[in-house]
Nanobody, 126 residues
């Protein structure tokens, strides 16, 4: 059974940093992609960053590129999202997600991801 558990959210002032963690269990395929998504109240869920478990290839949305970094530690099945230079508009619930091995989702499109964590809240104050 695939499970994802996020942690590391919190409240910071603008310009600060946070590191989110996502522990993933139940996946064995190197074709899995791990994505970080966020959803603010009243807005659609948007892809922030993703990484292919096998190759390590990464993708970022334009709004976070150069500020956020996604990484993985396969030894402990943990995926990270380092968030620097945070802005109030980064405030949202952040989720990690992964796909079924028989699917190849677009790396920043929520529709193709089948398994989701419960989310961790990030609040950035001005």
């Amino acid at each position: 059974q695939v499970q994802l558990v996020e942690s590391g959210g919190g409240s910071v002032q603008a310009g600060g940093s946070l590191r989110l963690s996502c522990v993933v269990t139940g996946i064995t395929s190197h074709s899995n992609i791990i994505g970080w998504f966020r959803q603010a109240p009243g807005k659609e869920r948007e892809g922030v960053a993703s990484i292919y478990r096998g190759s390590g290839r990464t993708h970022y949305s334009a709004t976070v590129k150069a500020r956020f970094t996604i990484s993985q530690d396969n030894a402990v099945n943990t995926f990270y999202l380092q968030m620097n230079s945070l802005k109030p508009e980064d405030t949202a619930m952040y989720y990690c997600a992964t796909n079924s091995p028989d699917k190849a989702p677009s790396p920043l499109t929520a529709a193709g991801f089948d398994y989701w964590g419960q989310g961790t809240q990030v609040t950035v104050s001005s």
